[in-house]
Each structure stands twice: as structure tokens, then as C-alpha cells.
């Protein structure tokens, strides 16, 4: 299978509920070819229900070698093309500093961030292809305010926030845009958000 050159791709992780079932839909309706993941390929069976140009995979992150394999099935899918990674699949860990498990963090900084720059790297040579290549992240306020009972999930957010940025300056020389938002802020306002580019402007998430 292939889609049309001129049909925006977008792999959104994270679609069975909250924002990322919102971008997916959000992309959906605008045209946007969107394959969207989830652990259980069931729990994504209302979006494909709604738009025959989303697809439904299966993917497990807190797993990274997973990852490639997954790569690969996207790219049989959409033909080797990829315009937008949006990594928004996140989980959480509640506890105190004092108590925290290092197990549990280790496997919530699976999800949130190393799976997160193991896609980056597996699907950059697909995004660079691409004019409008985009990786978006979905961070949280939470990697400048540290709220209790999160210290784990708000370390996760931080690291992630300054990955994005230092990802960033490997892409000035291309066209590839990469950009992080604070989830809630995505939730508001569906599709349109605050980045946390100096400018602190509005940005689309999507072409
Ligand atoms: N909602 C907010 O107010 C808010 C605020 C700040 C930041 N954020 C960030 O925004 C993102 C989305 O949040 P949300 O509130 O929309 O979350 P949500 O409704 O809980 O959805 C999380 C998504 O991530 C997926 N996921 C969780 N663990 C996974 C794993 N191990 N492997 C693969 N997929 C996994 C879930 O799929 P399954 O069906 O497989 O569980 C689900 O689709 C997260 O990165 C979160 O940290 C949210």
C-alpha cells in the first residue's frame, strides 16, 4: 500500500485516548493520512470506525526493540513516507521522591523518553525526505514545575524537553521542524498550540 504523494503522512502515538485520539482525529478530518498506535490495536477501533485514512497499529513502547520492527510496518504501509512524528504516548508513576521504585522509573523513562528518541532516530531518514517534515513532542509543564507525588514523571517531562532542544539544532540545517508543546495546552486547544520556541508564539501542529 502507498498514499498519494500529495497526502500529508502523520504517525501519532498514544491514540486510544486524551490527546492523542484528539490529533488523530483533528488530522483525520483535515485530509492527513494518520497512522495512529496504541498497545491494543482494539482500544483504536472507533477512530479507523470514523476515518477509513486512519490506520490502527499496535505498539508497545516501553519495549525500544520493538521500535525498528514498527518502523518498518509504517513504512510498508505508507509507502516509505513519513511528513509528521508526533510522540505523544506518555505514562505516569505516582510517588514520593523518598519512596519512588527505581524499577517503576526506569520504566516510565522507557515510554517517555528513551522510546521517544529511538523513534526520532528511526524515523528521521523518512522525515527528511519529506518538505514538510515535523517531529512533534508532547511535553508537560511539569519539566519547569515540580509538582509532588510526579517527581519521576516531571524528571521524564525535562529530560525530554531538552532532548527536543538539542534535537532541534540538528535540524536547523533542513527543512525538518521540531517542536515540543505542554500537553494540556494540545488539549484546549486541539491541533493549534503554545510551542516552547523563544517566540512563545502560536504554531499548527500540522501543515
Ligand atoms: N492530559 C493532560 O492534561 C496532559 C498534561 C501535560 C502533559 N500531557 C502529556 O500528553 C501526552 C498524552 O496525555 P493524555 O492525558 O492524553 O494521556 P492518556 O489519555 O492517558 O493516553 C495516553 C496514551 O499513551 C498510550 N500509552 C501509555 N503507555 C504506553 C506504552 N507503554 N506503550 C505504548 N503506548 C502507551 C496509551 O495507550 P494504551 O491504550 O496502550 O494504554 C494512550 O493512548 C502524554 O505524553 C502526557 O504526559 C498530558
Not at 488530522?27 to 483504536?44: D, H, K, M, P, Q
Not at 504516548?89 to 505516582?94: L, M, R, S, V
Amino acid at each position: 500500500m502507498s498514499v498519494p504523494a500529495q497526502v500529508t503522512v502523520a504517525v501519532v502515538t498514544g491514540c486510544s485516548s486524551g490527546i492523542g485520539e484528539s490529533l488523530a482525529l483533528a488530522f483525520a478530518a483535515r485530509g492527513i493520512t494518520v497512522v495512529a498506535t496504541a498497545r491494543r490495536v482494539e482500544s483504536l477501533a472507533h477512530l479507523t470506525k470514523k476515518h477509513d485514512n486512519i490506520i490502527a497499529m499496535p505498539l508497545e513502547l516501553g519495549d525500544l526493540s520493538n521500535l525498528e520492527q514498527f518502523r518498518d510496518a509504517v513504512a510498508e504501509k505508507t509507502g516509505g513516507r513519513v511528513d509528521i512524528l508526533v510522540n505523544n504516548a506518555g505514562t505516569h508513576y505516582a510517588s514520593t521522591a523518598m519512596d519512588l521504585e527505581i524499577a517503576e522509573a526506569e520504566k516510565l523513562f522507557a515510554v517517555n523518553v528513551f522510546a521517544v528518541m529511538r523513534l526520532c532516530q528511526l524515523f528521521l531518514p523518512l522525515l527528511r525526505k519529506s518538505l514538510r517534515g515535523r517531529i512533534v513532542q508532547i511535553g508537560s509543564v511539569t519539566r519547569d514545575v515540580p509538582v509532588a507525588w510526579q517527581c519521576v514523571y516531571n524528571a521524564s517531562k525535562a529530560a525530554l524537553s531538552q532532548y527536543t532542544k538539542t534535537l532541534r539544532l540538528v535540524s536547523v540545517s533542513s527543512s525538518l521542524n521540531v517542536m515540543a508543546y505542554r500537553g494540556l495546552i494540545v488539549l484546549l486547544l486541539g491541533g493549534a498550540a503554545v510551542g516552547d520556541r523563544g517566540d512563545r508564539g502560536r504554531h499548527r501542529l500540522c501543515p
